[in-house]
């Protein structure tokens, strides 16, 4: 198997009613993680790099990471996605370096901070739209910006998005303004703001339908059916895990996460891709510090390193069962980039907005 589209990916998903978690990766451990999850339960993957990893890892890891995940799961249809490009360039960069697939955050400026025009996203995304499109890769775009329906903050928390605060209309995607952006744009999927943001402090209690807004998610996939719908921020920060932090010696303050059945709705009505980062960081970390505190004779980070990937594949393989994404990595048969270009250029793939 080779590495896959996200377009192909998500039409496959629509098509048999499932979502697929977009899991962020940095090293060897998380991608293990994620490829065992997958091969056990049989489920596509979406392997994502920030700007963050890219930093954290190099370009070079990070491209031969997912390489060797390709390497060593034949079976298992990879998507290598670029998650929050800042500027046309930035995917580019990511296109030249092998990924599937791009994301042009067009919400905010180049500093990832600044709220952007409307004009400023449509004009930005339509560029890379046609360029991506142009070597058969899929783009995500993004309208709105990320942040808390409890605060109206911005979600600033993991060093990029909007900052400060930010009112309602900013927050929440607005359907017919997603109907136009989509048309002028041509993007493959749309992230859409509904009340989550980055991170491990999403909401202060169990998130209600006023500050979690899946019913946005159905206005939205009403007006524009058969757009694949993306949704950031979406960890659901296990309280089991948290509290195993704090146990061995952590202090993560009492908070709340979008939960796995909310995630579930959202999938019902056009969710297709979820992007999960903080939940791994949150498993990872728990079963380090309890191993190290459990363990104090221990000199070999490798078996503390075990411990995380243990704790990370638990919760990998509860989402693709839970989103529905098992058993169908083994139905899919990748289509090459070229011929998603040649599918491009005769308009197949052309969004359907009325
Ligand atoms: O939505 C995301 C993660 O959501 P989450 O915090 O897991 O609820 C990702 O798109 C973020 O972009 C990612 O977590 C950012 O990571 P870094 O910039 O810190 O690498």
């Given at each position: 198997m080779a590495i896959i589209s996200l377009r192909q990916l998500l039409d496959?998903?629509?098509?048999?009613?499932y979502g697929l978690p977009a899991f962020n990766v940095n090293n060897m451990e998380q991608v293990k993680a994620i490829m065992e999850a997958a091969s056990a339960v049989d489920a596509p993957v979406i392997l994502q790099g920030s700007a963050g990893a890219r930093s954290y890892a190099g370009e070079p890891f990070l491209r031969h990471l997912v390489l060797a995940a390709v390497e060593m799961y034949p079976h298992i249809p990879i998507c290598m996605h670029q998650d929050h490009g800042?500027?046309?360039?930035?995917?580019?960069?990511?296109?030249?370096?092998?990924?599937?697939?791009?994301?042009?955050?067009?919400?905010?400026?180049?500093?990832?901070k600044t709220p952007a025009s409307y004009e400023y996203n449509v004009e930005t995304t339509r560029k890379v739209a046609d360029m991506a499109h142009a070597c058969g890769v899929s783009v995500e775009g993004e309208l709105g910006c990320l942040g808390s329906l409890e605060t109206g903050m911005a979600g600033e928390e993991d060093g990029h998005g909007a900052a400060g605060e930010l009112d309602h209309s900013?927050?929440?995607?607005?359907?017919?303004?997603?109907?136009?952006?989509?048309k002028k744009t041509n993007v493959d999927a749309l992230a859409i703001a509904i009340g989550t943001s980055h991170g491990a402090y999403k909401f202060t209690r169990k998130p209600t339908?006023?500050?979690?807004?899946?019913?946005?998610?159905?206005?939205?996939?009403?007006r524009i059916p058969n757009v694949h719908l993306v949704m950031h921020g979406s960890s659901s920060v296990p309280e089991d895990w948290t509290a195993m932090i704090n146990e061995f010696?952590?202090?993560?303050?009492?908070?709340?996460?979008?939960?796995v059945e909310e995630i579930v709705e959202g999938i019902r009505h056009g969710v297709r891709k979820v992007n999960i980062?903080?939940?791994?960081?949150?498993?990872?970390?728990?079963?380090?510090?309890?191993?190290?505190?459990?363990?104090?004779?221990?000199?070999?980070?490798?078996k503390v390193y075990k411990e995380a990937q243990k704790a990370m594949t638990s919760i990998c393989a509860a989402r693709y069962e839970a989103f529905g994404a098992a058993g169908q990595a083994s139905q899919i048969k990748v289509i090459g980039l070229e011929d998603m270009n040649k599918r491009y250029s005769k308009g197949e793939l052309d969004p359907v907005v009325t």
């Open positions: 496959h998903a629509a098509e048999h009613d800042a500027s046309p360039a930035v995917c580019i960069r990511a296109i030249q370096s092998g990924f599937s697939s791009v994301m042009m955050d067009g919400s905010l400026l180049e500093d990832m900013q927050l929440l995607t607005d359907p017919d303004e997603a109907a136009d952006f989509v339908g006023k500050v979690l807004r899946i019913d946005r998610v159905k206005e939205i996939h009403a010696g952590g202090d993560i303050g009492q908070t709340y996460g979008v939960p980062d903080t939940d791994l960081r949150i498993a990872s970390y728990g079963a380090m510090r309890k191993f190290m505190a459990e363990d104090r004779k221990n000199f070999d980070p490798r």
